[in-house]
Nanobody
């Protein structure tokens, strides 16, 4: 399973960006999909997650501003980021927990390549 993230870029304070992350491969089923972010000198932070059933969770700092969603038919997860702040500046990574369905079921985790979000004040 491979993940391809897109949608990062430059936004102004209070602006919006939408990140997308599409999973590709064959014979898999995606379970939870998450967005993480990392800034230089800091640890990676789980920003938002969504289960296959649509249950979501968010880190407190983005609640009310970010919305995670997914299109299961397209194996794609989105992160709508509104009211952006300079502290949202980071490289954002998508991550997916999946199952490979065959004679045996194999669980795995895939990461996207990261997309840079920069918020200017």
């Amino acid at each position: 399973v491979q993940l391809q993230a897109s949608g990062g870029g430059l936004a102004q304070l209070g602006g919006s960006l939408r990140l997308s992350c599409a999973a590709s491969g064959s014979g898999f089923r995606i379970n939870t999909m998450n967005w993480h972010r990392k800034t230089p000198g800091s640890q990676r932070e789980l920003v938002a997650g969504i289960t296959s059933g649509g249950s979501t969770n968010y880190v407190d700092s983005v609640k009310g501003r970010f919305t995670i969603s997914r299109d299961n038919a397209k194996n794609t997860v989105y992160l709508q980021m509104n009211s952006l702040k300079p502290e949202d500046t980071a490289v954002y990574y998508c991550e997916a927990d999946y199952l490979i369905l065959g004679d045996t079921v194999v669980a795995g985790r895939a990461w996207g390549q990261g997309t840079l979000v920069t918020v200017s004040s």
